[in-house]
């Protein structure tokens, strides 16, 4: 009998590893336990015993539902209810103090709405649980939470059978007939990974590569399904692909060949784990010639399950360009990894996100309690790639940079400018960063807010970053260019207005700061330096100021950086306010205007200058205004009313050389 074969085509190659490929398999092995990349025991054995607590929770809910659907107390005691894991736990890549993602699968008539009613009181009245978020609209509706420390999403679907048993399986694809969307893609979670796991030649080798993958792609900044990367599912099909290409090979050869062929890959060719099934059950599969929106998606993966999806839809133009410069850095290293040119530990560098562009877009979330405040960030946080595509419409912009993850805080403040300046994301020393506060959050909203000027205010913030490359000035350009960001901003703000999860009564708000790279927040550099890299155009050829400098020349970068931050504090204090639209003036960097513009388009007054960053801007009006600014090196945004009536607000930031 032949070789079996895995996947839609032959193997690249079925060599054995050689003694040198297995010595750089050790090394990895050895860096990802440094890496704190595997549990211990204990945990493992905890884990366990949690899922056996959710698993006899599941079915005291099923229980207490089927009561209420008015079901004798004696069938109700038999009809069961089941959990499944899915995900990493499931994949066995799960590292120390990772998340465990769980299916809860009940039979019928238990709804939805049963599970987001009765489950959530079951949970919040444990004493093991915390932070028990409940978020129902969600693509995938999913209750959130912390069960003896261990982080835990829990999805639901019920079945169209009276019981569910102990040994109830997903395998069969009948079970899926009559389910709504919501419970096809929480019933597949589960059965995709078990698919992935049934198509893998090697399941050691496939968890070693992909451990090594996905802390590769956190470390990176590219992993995220939500923002507009590659989610944990995709990544763990694009290493069992390899593993099918290269069936023999072992762990540290698999995240080489990773590299080289996803660089190479022709996309949007789809990347499949095995043929498409058709199916019979009239639901919609994954068909580029059937569905215009199928065709859009830029970066394919098809999950293996019936019915096959793209569990890659969320990428777009800049996340796309972002990965490919990753595999492009990935293949460059682990080339010089396998010929032992270096280390594992260079694969896995932390990204340079927050020094890497000039100019940043901060999308702040705030409300008054932290229940609201998890519903909202969640919100934002799957919102977030809608900016980022609109933002791709701007004329200038070449790309525009997503960071993964939100960044939270909550504040106590004492008056109504503090709570203003905290909603607007302000990281200012006068607002003080709060311990969990014990009195009642007080009303206010995005134009009225009106504390007691006696009671402080618990106000929690969650801020997402966008970095923004502008395309390179061109010699036919007069030294004066315009990028306006005003529509892409207030659609934006419209939609998240328009989600079902939005809540104005809740005091949901949202805000838009632009930002120099100077103005962030010295909370997201985690005391390294904050001078910044030098991030190429389309148009530029690669130089490379900051690798492979001395150590004398590093640390000559490092103190420059560090006393130029110390003249602009004044800068870096200043509330820069928020605004629901921005228009940006940008000129040629050569030159030295030192002007200021009333850029408020609603008349609000404004006090902007360089902050020696490189970016000189328009200058009109200089000469009527220079010797009205008390701060020369100051940036400073000019203050927009919160909310945005009619038209475009407009935000110029001027400045000089």
């Known amino acids: 009998m032949g070789e079996v074969r895995y996947g839609v085509t032959d193997p690249i190659s079925s060599a054995w590893p050689t003694k040198e490929e297995e010595q750089v398999t050790e090394l990895l092995l050895e860096t990802l336990r440094k890496e704190g990349q595997f549990e211990s025991e204990e945990e493992s054995r905890n884990r366990e015993v949690v899922l056996g607590k959710i698993d006899k929770l599941m079915k005291e809910f099923v229980y207490k539902a089927l009561l209420k659907h008015k079901v004798s107390e004696s069938l109700a005691r038999t009809c069961g209810g089941k959990i499944f894991t899915y995900g990493s736990y499931r994949l066995g890549v799960h590292g120390a103090g990772a998340d465990i993602d ?136 694009l290493v069992a692909r390899i593993c099918q290409l290269y069936p023999n090979a072992c762990a540290a050869l698999v995240v080489a060949r990773f590299f080289r062929v996803f660089l190479r890959w022709k996309w949007p060719e789809p990347v499949l784990l095995k043929p498409i099934e058709t199916g019979n059950l009239r639901f919609q599969v994954w068909n580029p010639k059937l569905y215009p929106q199928h065709a859009m998606h830029r970066m394919p993966i098809i999950t293996p399950a019936y019915p096959s999806m793209c569990a890659t839809h969320n990428v777009t133009q800049s996340t796309q360009r972002i990965m490919m410069s990753e595999f492009k850095r990935g293949l460059e290293i682990t080339e010089r990894i396998m010929k032992n040119e270096a280390e594992w530990d260079e694969l896995f560098a932390k990204n340079d996100f927050f020094r890497r562009y000039k100019y940043y877009l901060q999308v702040n979330g705030s409300s008054l309690d932290e229940d609201t405040q998890g519903l909202l960030h969640g919100l934002l946080e799957s919102r977030v ?120 009564e809740a005091h949901m708000n949202i805000s838009i700061r632009f930002l120099r790279q100077s103005q962030l927040p010295d909370e997201l550099f985690g005391g390294l330096p904050r001078s910044r890299l030098r991030v190429l155009s389309e148009t530029k050829k690669k130089s490379k100021p900051e690798e492979g400098l001395s150590k004398k020349r590093e640390k000559d970068v490092n103190a420059d950086s560090s006393a130029k931050t110390s003249k602009k504090a004044k800068v870096v204090d200043a509330p820069v306010p928020s605004t629901s639209g921005v228009a940006v003036k940008v000129a040629d960097e050569k030159e030295g205007s030192g002007g200021q513009e009333n850029g408020n388009s609603m008349g609000s007054p404004n006090n902007k200058q360089s902050d020696g960053n490189g970016a000189g801007e328009s200058s009109e009006n200089a000469n009527s205004s220079k010797d009205k600014n008390p701060i020369a090196s100051a940036t400073i945004a000019a203050p927009v009313p919160a909310a945005a009536k009619a038209g475009g607000i407009k935000l110029k930031l001027l400045g000089s050389s």
């Open 102 to 237: 769980t299916l809860c699968v009940a039979p019928s008539p238990v709804t939805r709405e049963d599970f987001f009613e009765i489950m959530v009181d079951l949970l919040k009245g444990r004493s093991e649980t915390s932070e028990v978020v409940p978020v129902p609209s969600a693509y995938v509706p999913v209750i959130t939470m912390q069960f003896d420390g261990i982080d835990i999403d829990l999805t639901f679907a019920t079945l169209i059978q009276p019981t569910v048993p102990e040994d109830q399986d997903l395998f069969d694809v009948n079970l899926l007939r009559n389910l709504d969307e919501s419970a096809i893609r929480a019933i597949n979670g589960s059965r995709v990974t078990d698919e992935i796991l049934r198509l893998v030649p090697n399941i050691p080798t496939f968890r070693l590569a992909l451990r090594c993958i996905k802390l590769w792609a956190k470390r990176r900044a590219v992993y995220s399904n939500s923002i507009g990367f590659f989610g944990g599912v995709a990544w763990a099909m």
């Open 385 to 504: 790639r809608m900016y980022v595509g609109l933002l791709e419409g701007v004329d200038l912009i070449v790309i525009a940079h997503p960071y993964i993850k939100g960044h939270e805080h909550d504040h106590t403040c004492s008056s109504e400018e503090e709570v203003r300046r905290a909603r607007d994301g302000d990281m200012l020393k006068d607002v003080k960063p709060s311990t969990k506060a014990t009195h009642s959050p007080g009303a206010a909203s995005d134009t009225q807010e009106k504390p007691d000027a006696t009671q402080d205010k618990h106000v929690y913030v969650a801020s997402f970053y966008i970095g923004l490359l502008l395309k390179e000035k061109t010699q036919d350009s007069n030294g004066k260019r315009r990028m306006d960001l005003s529509n892409a901003t207030q659609e934006f703000i419209r939609k998240v207005k328009a989600s079902s999860g939005w809540d104005e």
